[in-house]
């Protein structure tokens, strides 16, 4: 159980880090949902949390904002004290080939998935620090270890997040921080939903399982890496992926 816990999730307002922010909660700790622009969803959120008998606010902050995500923590350290949990689930997709893919849609991509995790850990490794516990997860992706054709940006935001992982994960050992990485395959959410029904047909015969992943499987890997159980592991990448990677 995670009572006394209190949890930031990012990218909390839907899909992946929605279910993340339920299961959490449903465990006893505190979660701050985190969103962007979807303010509704969010709060929509916090009241099925509420509705459970368990306890979340809705926190909009875009991450990739560096002054603004400081913002964001610090006025959640303000109010709880302390973040016990950090999972680092916001994410964004802008596919195309490589050739024709604009800058703008590789900066937007890199300064959320990479950029936003490094803000939010920035932000609160000095915390993690003197507590001398934590957890933090991060979001990576299949694409991240394998590459994707049409995913240039995404597959080197979430091969970023992987190497911000290790790395993060050495500075923080020796206080008992844990730093571990999540790398789902194709798992059932808008985000890929959004793709083309041939891209999604394509990637479903790459699946050894044969089936997409729900988002409530990666929300229990997550639970598992936020408590005690998993205490003794730190700087993996963990794949979730119906055998896409074996
Ligand atoms: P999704 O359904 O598109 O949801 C993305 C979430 O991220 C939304 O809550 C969105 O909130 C939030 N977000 C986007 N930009 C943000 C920003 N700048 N600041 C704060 N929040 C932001 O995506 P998903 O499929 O659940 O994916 C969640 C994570 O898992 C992502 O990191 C994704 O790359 C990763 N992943 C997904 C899959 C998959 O198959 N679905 C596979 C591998 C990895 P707003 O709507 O408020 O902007």
């Keep these: 159980m995670l009572t ?29 949902v985190n969103y962007n622009g979807s303010k509704e969803r969010a709060d929509e959120v916090v009241k099925e949390i509420e509705a459970a008998g368990g306890t979340a606010e809705a926190i909009q902050c875009n991450v990739a904002e560096f002054q603004a995500s400081e913002e964001m923590v610090k006025n959640v350290l303000t109010k709880y004290k302390k973040v016990d949990i950090l999972v680092n689930n916001a994410g964004i997709t802008r596919d195309g080939l490589l050739m024709r893919m604009s800058e703008e849609d590789y900066d937007a991509v890199l300064d959320t998935n990479l950029k936003g995790t490094f803000n939010m850990i920035r932000h609160l490794s000095r915390s993690f620090l003197k507590q001398r516990s934590g957890k933090i997860i991060n979001l990576s992706s299949v694409s991240g270890v394998m590459g994707n054709a049409g995913q240039a940006n995404y597959s080197a935001s979430k091969a970023g997040v992987i190497g911000l992982t290790k790395s993060v994960a050495r500075e923080l050992a020796s206080r008992g ?6 790398a789902p395959g194709f798992i059932d959410t808008e985000m890929t939903q959004a793709m083309p029904e041939e891209a999604q047909n394509g990637l479903k015969q790459m699946i050894p399982l044969g089936r997409m992943g729900e988002a409530a499987e990666v929300a229990k890997l997550v639970l598992f890496l936020a408590g005690n159980d998993s205490n003794y592991i730190t700087g993996q990448v963990i794949s979730i992926d119906g055998g896409m990677t074996m």
Excluded: D, F, P, Y
């Design 177 to 182: 921080v844990c730093v571990n990485a999540i």
């Design 4 to 32: 006394g816990k209190v949890a930031l999730v990012t990218g909390a307002s839907r899909g992946i880090g929605k279910e993340i922010a339920l299961t959490l909660a449903a465990n006893g700790a505190t979660v701050i």
